[in-house]
């Protein structure tokens, strides 16, 4: 398995609080694609929901293109 079914079935495996990228389909806009990077807060039958900087981001998994897990952020720098 590989591709979009790929990445759905490693977002269903992985468990609540993991940070992830998703890739997702647009639709509507100039952009054909985006990248949610952030923690996966929320998983049900259609969609996941992933706690980004700027806020959550619901993404239908029917537009899932891409998915994987990422390491935890970097730690911020002194000034």
Known sequence: MSGPAAAVALLRSLPLDTRVVVRFRLHGDAHTASDALGDLVAMDA?????RTRAGEVRVALSDV???KRVPPPPAPRPR
């Open 65 to 67: 293109l891409l998915a």
């Open 46 to 50: 259609d969609a996941c929901v992933v």
